[in-house]
């Protein structure tokens, strides 16, 4: 293990990587963890408020995000400064995330069926920075060859191509084949290949005159959210807790 860590983490230069992800998943864990504490009434755990003000922790989070990611600039990465600005952010980019879906809405939606946008965006960062420390790289630039590399114009065409099929995947709405092909390329080819997601732009550009094109997809899209949804929403209610069920509307 020693081997191992000091071959692929210390001599490439990535420990404070693997500092920030250690930081960043234990932050929510124990976020997630006192926040459903708080919401069962057990503890010693309570909302944070300034008079009449509830402090959101993305408040903190911000603060440690900018704290380490200026530190980490500030250090050159020299000495110790990498370290600990590695884990500030990595601290405060967990505090963030762990309530992206309150961000994304401007509205506290972090118990509703909205608030599982959190979890999954921090899964999905999770997920990436790990394969940032297995050694792929954004666009395939690993994959490049030392005379494709040498050869600006070789190098350039294969980031060109890879972003180019991670936009045209993101244009299918496939989200996180997108995500995911600009860290292996290969993801976002098949994501670009497969058919859209109805009400994705490129479905509305180019099945609004093709309606077999149109019906396979909506089959698809169908059928993958039916066998998909049920174990997705499982792995979130077990990482970040159930949802509230969603509020009568109020009779006028």
Not at 170 to 177: A, I, Q
Not at 235 to 248: F, H, V
Request: positive net charge.
């Amino acid at each position: 293990m020693g081997q191992w860590l000091e071959r692929n983490i210390i001599e490439p230069g990535k420990l404070p990587l693997l500092l920030a992800l250690t930081a960043f998943v234990v932050t929510f864990v124990v976020t997630r963890t006192i926040t459903r504490l708080i919401r069962a009434g057990k503890g010693p755990f309570g909302n944070v408020t300034a008079g009449s003000v509830h402090i959101h922790h993305v408040v903190p989070g911000v603060i440690l995000t900018v704290v380490g990611g200026f530190g980490a600039v500030a250090s050159g990465g020299h000495g110790f400064g990498p370290y600990l600005s590695a884990v500030l952010f990595g601290v405060g980019a967990g505090l963030v995330l762990d309530e992206f879906a309150l961000i994304l809405h401007l509205d506290d939606v972090y118990w509703s069926e909205a608030g599982r946008k959190s979890v999954e965006m921090v899964v999905l960062t999770a997920a990436l920075v790990v394969l940032l420390l297995a050694g792929f790289a954004p666009f395939g630039v690993n994959d490049l060859s030392q005379q494709e590399l040498q050869n600006r114009a070789g190098a350039l065409t294969g980031v060109a191509a890879n972003f180019g099929f991670a936009l045209l995947a993101l244009s299918k709405g496939k989200v996180r084949l997108a995500v995911f092909g600009v860290i292996v390329p290969v993801v976002a080819l098949v994501g670009s290949l497969r058919l859209a997601r109805p009400g994705s732009p490129w479905a509305r550009r180019f099945y609004r005159r093709r309606p077999r094109a149109r019906a396979k997809a909506l089959l698809r899209a169908y059928r993958h959210d039916r066998r998909w949804s049920r174990p997705t929403r499982a792995i979130q209610d077990w990482l970040g807790g159930k949802p509230d069920p969603p509020r009568p509307p109020e009779r006028p």
